[in-house]
């Protein structure tokens, strides 16, 4: 049974024998207007990735920095050139990322469908 969200995909399996199955947990969140009144209910299903480990579930993680050099060459050269400097921080960069290894997660509370409580994610 395949499962499609907006940016998740998933579909229900058995769980292989030997591989670590990932928790899931939902987040629930809700956002209000200027005078305070409710206007958006929010649900996010969140995977545990704390219950993986290096070297079983996963070999190596990264993240992309800018050599301290560069920075000051490109500083260097927006004061020689006299442009404006702005600076972005963000947040959930990697959270819509493409993954290359395959992830078993139990199911989500309240999704299990009929005749697939053992199944997997």
Known sequence: MPWQGKSAKWELVDA????????????????????GAITCYKAHLVAQGFTQATGIDY????TPVVKFTSNHTVLALA????WEVHQVDIKNTYLNAR?????????PLGFVPLGSKEQVC
């Not at 292989?16 to 939902?26: D, K, Q």
């Not at 070999?59 to 990264?62: E, M, S, W």
């Not at 993954?99 to 199911?107: D, G, K, N, P, S």
């Open 79 to 82: 004061v020689h050139n006299n």
């Open 99 to 107: 993954l290359t290894e395959t992830i078993y997660m139990r199911q």
């Open 16 to 35: 292989p024998l030997g591989i670590n199955i990932v928790g899931s947990r939902w987040t629930y969140q809700l956002k209000h207007n200027t005078s």
């Open 59 to 62: 070999d190596a993680t990264f």
